[in-house]
């Protein structure tokens, strides 16, 4: 996914985000969330700003809650 550095990214986009690592991989909400923190924010939770940070943390927490 082609990301702009101009702008927060939301939730929604991290949900999508999240569902096509589990999908394609075929893991589970945790194991999606530390592949997309090592290769969508490299390690680095302020890569893309503390708000979008917070976001993709919302959508892990509704992916996680769901049973993923």
Do not use: P, W
């Amino acid at each position: 996914m082609t990301v702009n550095h101009g702008g927060t990214l939301g939730k929604e986009y991290f949900i999508s985000y999240l569902s096509l690592i589990m999908n394609s991989r075929g893991c589970s909400a945790e194991e999606a969330h530390d592949i997309a923190f090592h290769l969508f924010f490299k390690g680095n939770e302020d890569a893309f700003g503390q708000k979008t940070y917070q976001e993709f943390l919302t959508a892990y927490a509704i992916m996680n809650d769901n049973g993923g």
